[in-house]
């Protein structure tokens, strides 16, 4: 009965399969008949290409690092500069190996500071010369004449040839002092000797003209032992066209004291400090008076009264400017000299 049943159901399909299944198609060469096959080629083309294009930038990467990687190998072995060797040694030892020794250098001074204690006594010393003295007759500028009152002069002596001295010294060596003397009283004794002397005596007289007679020079007190201390002038008062200096001019007679209450508004004026009474703002003001005399000698003092939180105290101000601009420029003239000055409109 399953089998009859089965070939029931399946009866119509199967009549239309079987019913073609002798028959002999012809489509021709239209392509029909090969089922599946250029659907399948023509998806197969564009995943030939992806894979192709995939493998070839592959390869062209690889390549790429090959090549950059000798290139960079090749560069960092070839690439060390050669330098030409110089001729000659590589040092030389100087000349002084211990340097140039400066001027300075040497002093015990530099060795303290250097070496933080005074150096080793050295073996050899060699002392300065000892000063010249100066006697009490060796005064500078002083000449003393003689009771006579001829100049005292010393005897000047001819320096003797070294020939002559030599030969003297080796031929007449046995002669003394007391013997020349003696030679030389017995020459002049001697008739010829004393006849010669009067002749040239008198040739000598008669050849000088006559010479007038001087005065002899005063006598200058010697200062034994030098001036100890040299005297200084005593100062004296020149006398002359004496310029007597006048007065200072009172200044506080030049301030002429305004009443604020009297002040016009919009008037510019010049505030020049605050005080706590009148009498320290007067005061104040002679000062400047006296400290910007060609400043304030034109202008009026000004003395306002004023409180504050209780607390009195006065307006030091000065009056007489034509404009602000004048007030401005007086106070930049005073703060130029390091004082307090404030340009101000009365209100």
């Known amino acids: 009965m399953f089998e009859q049943s089965h070939s029931v159901g399946a009866g119509p ?7 073609y299944a002798g028959q002999q198609h012809y489509y021709g060469e239209t392509g029909y008949g090969e089922t599946g096959s250029g659907a399948g080629s023509a998806s197969s083309k564009p995943h030939l290409i992806v894979n192709a294009a995939g493998a070839l930038t592959s390869i062209a990467l690889v390549i790429g690092v090959a090549v950059w990687s000798y290139n960079l190998i090749s560069r960092d072995v070839s690439g060390v500069p050669v330098v030409k060797a110089l001729e000659g040694p590589m040092r030389i030892q100087p000349e002084k190996p211990g340097g140039t020794p400066a001027a300075h250098q040497g002093l015990a001074v530099n060795e303290i500071a250097a070496l933080g204690s005074a150096p080793a006594a050295p073996d050899q010393l060699m002392l300065a010369p000892a000063p010249v003295e100066i006697t009490a007759d060796d005064v500078a500028g002083v000449f003393v004449p003689t009771s006579n009152g001829a100049a005292a002069k010393a005897p000047v002596t001819a320096a003797p040839e070294t020939n002559d ?3 003297n010294n080796e031929t007449d060596s046995s002669l003394s002092l007391s013997n020349v003397q003696q030679v030389s009283a017995v020459a002049r004794n001697t008739p010829a000797t004393k006849a010669a002397l009067d002749e040239l005596v ?8 006559s010479l007038t007679p001087v005065a ?8 034994k032992g030098g001036i100890g201390t040299s005297l200084r002038p005593k100062a004296r008062v020149m006398r002359g066209n004496v310029i007597q200096a006048s007065a200072p001019a009172n200044i506080t007679s030049t301030g002429v004291e305004v009443d604020p209450a009297s002040v016009p508004l919009g008037t510019p004026l010049v505030q ?3 005080f706590d009474s009148a009498e320290v703002a007067r005061g104040e003001w002679n000062r400047l008076a006296k400290t910007f005399d060609g400043y304030l000698a034109t202008k009026k003092r000004v003395i306002e009264r004023a409180e504050k939180n209780g607390k009195t105290f006065y307006r030091l101000r000065a009056l007489g400017f034509d404009q602000l601009a004048d007030a401005q420029r007086f106070c930049s003239a005073l703060e130029a000299e ?6 101000i409109v009365k209100r």
């Open 202 to 209: 008198a040739s000598i007289a008669a050849n000088t003209p």
């Open 165 to 167: 001295v030599t030969a």
């Open 13 to 19: 399909a199967l009549r239309g399969r079987d019913a």
């Open 216 to 223: 002899p020079a005063p006598k200058v007190t010697v200062v």
């Open 272 to 274: 020049l400090g605050a």
């Open 338 to 343: 390091n004082a307090r000055c404030l340009s």
